[in-house]
């Protein structure tokens, strides 16, 4: 069964939950339009949040063949993975003094409201940066499945979009490479995944080339495209150490040609939606995402409320997604 978080919300009898699925979706495009296969259930124990696919790494050819001959016999190649969910959000504390005075501001509606978002971001993050081998807690993400696959494009070179000169300059070429790499993948992807600086960039090629399109998410804002490829801006994680970084990070240590220094490069990545290609995995039912609200109700000065969603993300086919690398933007 698959099922997205607009289709979660109308089977959710609490009306909070259904508020806090909408800002999750208002916040993320990407959450908006992902599909969550939800057929997760925990083993014995409540243990195991195991999700076990088939990922296709090589498809099947066909060919011709002469009277009395054979066929050239060849197989489709794919590969056992598993997927395991994790759990992600946070949790805030109020004074009940705080909560009941916040006149205008709603503490508690403040506060939720900033831990969905935290929780977009760090999902996002992990999307793209996840490592289970590095932090056992998150699951893997794009850069993790894509290196070494054939839609990791550009890892030997760089172009330069790092200001205007450059982007008259080199915006042809750029969009020979982006096309090239499009061209890689299984179909039209739904997304082109970036920081703010590299979509400022290919809007501005786009631009240039007459390419730049505009159309209307589910909340009505304008959504700006490269040839009708809405370009999602996956914006800023906060880390451990309260540092605002960009989801997909601009590296100044990277050496395309395997000797020189470029500093300032980034990567764009591509993905298609689908149970076939690139989604989202999570339990059974509508626990995609829970909501705890403090009760004040109850004896205690100090309540905490918590924000919680349970997931992981699939690559179910190689050439569903792909990575161009080496944009440098600054």
């Avoid at 040609?257 to 059974?284: C, E, M, S």
């Amino acid at each position: 069964m698959a099922i997205t978080l607009e289709e979660a919300k109308v089977g959710m009898a609490d009306k909070v939950d259904q508020q806090v699925i909408d800002e999750f979706r208002r916040g993320s495009m990407l959450l908006n339009r992902m599909i969550f296969d939800d057929t997760v259930s925990p083993g014995t124990g409540g243990s195991t949040l195991t999700y076990g696919y088939v990922r296709l790494k090589t498809p099947a050819l066909a060919g011709f063949r002469e009277i009395n001959k054979e066929y050239q016999a060849q197989e489709a190649d794919r590969q056992a993975f598993t997927a395991t969910l994790k759990i992600f959000g946070g949790a805030f504390e109020i004074d009940r003094v705080i909560a009941e005075t916040s006149g205008a501001i709603d503490e508690v509606g403040f506060q939720l409201n900033q831990k969905i978002k935290a929780a977009t971001n760090l999902f996002h993050y992990t999307v793209i940066n996840g490592d289970s081998a590095v932090d056992a807690k998150a699951f893997d993400g794009l850069d993790k499945a894509l290196v070494g696959s054939s839609t990791e494009i550009g890892k030997d070179a760089y172009v330069d979009l790092s200001d205007s000169t450059a982007l008259d300059t080199n915006y042809k070429a750029f969009m020979d490479d982006l096309d090239d790499f499009l061209s890689e993948l299984d179909g039209r992807p739904t997304f082109l995944l970036g920081n703010s600086k590299l979509m400022t960039k290919i809007k501005a090629v786009a631009r240039r080339a007459g390419y730049l399109t505009q159309s209307e998410d589910a909340f009505g804002r304008k959504v700006d495209a490269y040839d009708s490829i809405p370009l999602v801006d996956l914006e800023y994680y906060v880390d451990a150490n309260k540092a605002t970084i960009p989801t997909v990070p601009i590296v100044d240590t990277r050496k395309p040609n395997g000797t020189d220094v470029v500093t300032g490069l980034t990567d764009l990545y591509a993905v298609r939606l689908g149970l076939d290609g690139f989604h989202g995995a999570t339990v059974t039912g509508n626990k995609i995402i829970k909501t705890y609200l403090p009760d004040f109700t109850q004896p205690g000065a100090v309540k905490k409320g918590e924000v919680e969603m349970v997931g992981a993300v699939v690559l179910k086919a190689t050439r569903a997604a792909g990575v161009l690398r080496n944009i440098k933007v600054k």
